[in-house]
């Protein structure tokens, strides 16, 4: 008798209990999974973009085809580490005091406040490969698993070539030479693989950043004699603040690649670099494409900042013009997205996180600064009043609104540039009085409080 009465409680406790578990476990087995793209040093040179026609860029080109590109998009910093610990983290770098790629982020952002680490504890599977924060996973102890386990073997270099700190090397070997071939061949094994739980996946591409060290073919794919500058003019620095002029450091690099005649050179290792990692994405998408996780599958794809060739005489990132700032933002969301279409709104990377949140069901953190842009993945042409905030520096800033760049140094200098009429930012615009009233609304939009630096070791 007693043994009945305890199998028939036990029976009526899993009845009642079941229900509930069988709801979490759907719900968890619904949840989209995340397929998570950074391109290292990638500006807005991709073909769809259409911002320089040398670039030969067919898996990105591929990716925007499938869901939404959005044509201005905009780092949170123009440096690795700042950049990616800001987007990583949903915080401004005016919120943490994480500025320049020597501030160590850690310190300074929680674990429990990464995105990784949210989706890990809403149930995810959190796996990934090569360059997500500045030097790889960052705190490993938030993955379930990180990084390529077969090292490339170099081959050497068939001919090297630099100019100040500009470097390049055509490379002997096939793609398999460089790390990002083996980042994406464990990605497409994860993508493969059975895991009983949705995944965030986070693949990190390297190239183009420098050294633009790269194989043969792909050099040969941009011919040398068919390179062409980007549109520049000489006195670019003469209307612009001295705090401008310091970053810039025309007698630096640009100086070097000049005087040494080598500005085609590296153009077209820039280029070849891009081609390189638009191959590997194309791995890791055919491979997406011939898993059982397609059609349950977000796509965020995203540069860390923007890259100078020569424009305003300046090279690299680290400042706060257009190129430096602007990089490609591609989503593909199954059920939210409309297919192969540009978004002309201009955004910026804190609104990542968010978005990601939305778009999974999870509840996006109280710490995050940005705001999520699902509505524009829902409708492109929604209406959207917020521009986009770079930052470089304690108290330098960029806001980019849809018509205007208006910037502003820690000496209280600016410049504004009118980005309908003049795309490369040749004519400063701050000093004329026609322009206050601009400069006033886009300046509210500034940090009312930057966080100060924090003293590095």
Known sequence: ??????????????????????????????????????VDDLNHWIGHLQRNP???????????????????????????????????S?????????????????????????????????????????????????????????????????????????????????????????KDYHT???????????????????CGIFRPHMPWSVPKKYFDMHPLD???LPPHIDDDLADI?????????????????????????????????????????GRLLDALDASDVRDNTIIVLWGDHGWHLGEKQHWRKFALWEEATRAPLIWVAPGVTPEGVICERTVDFVSIYPTLCELAGLETPNHC????????????????????LTTHGFNRHAVRSSQYRYIRYEDGSEELYDEQVDPYEWKNLASDPAHSETIARLKKWIPEHDTPPHSRR
């Open 241 to 281: 603040p001295q705090a401008g002029v310091k970053t810039a450091k025309p007698s630096g690099d640009h100086a070097k690649v000049t005087q040494k005649g080598v500005w085609k050179e590296a153009i077209q290792a820039y280029l070849a670099s891009i081609t390189y990692a638009d191959a590997q994405l």
């Open 54 to 88: 040398q670039t030969i860029t067919p898996n990105l080109d591929r990716l925007a085809e499938r869901g939404v590109s959005f044509a201005h998009a905009y780092c949170a910093a123009p440096a690795c580490n700042p950049s990616r610990a800001a987007l990583m």
């Open 369 to 388: 600064d940005g705001v999520s842009i699902a509505p524009l993945l829902r409708n492109p042409d929604a209406q959207w009043d917020r521009p986009a």
């Open 226 to 228: 068919a390179i062409e």
């Open 90 to 178: 949903g915080m401004r770098p005016s919120t943490t005091g994480v500025y320049h790629n020597p501030d160590d982020y850690k310190p300074h952002i929680r674990p429990d406040q990464t995105l990784n680490s949210h989706f890990r504890r809403n149930g995810y599977l959190t796996v990934g490969a090569g360059k997500i924060y500045h030097g790889g996973g960052g705190r490993l102890s938030e993955w379930d698993d990180y990084g390529a386990r077969t090292k490339p073997t170099s081959l050497g270099a068939l001919s090297k070539n630099s100019a100040g700190g500009i470097r390049w090397s055509q490379l002997r070997g096939e793609d398999d030479v460089l």
């Open 1 to 38: 008798m007693t043994r009945s009465i305890y199998c028939l409680l036990l029976l009526t406790l899993t009845h009642a209990v079941h229900p509930t578990a069988m709801i979490a476990q759907e719900t968890q087995r619904e949840r989209p999974n995340v397929l998570f793209i950074a």
């Open 184 to 202: 994406v061949s464990y990605c497409i094994d994860q993508l493969n693989a059975d895991h009983g739980q949705p995944l965030f996946l986070a």
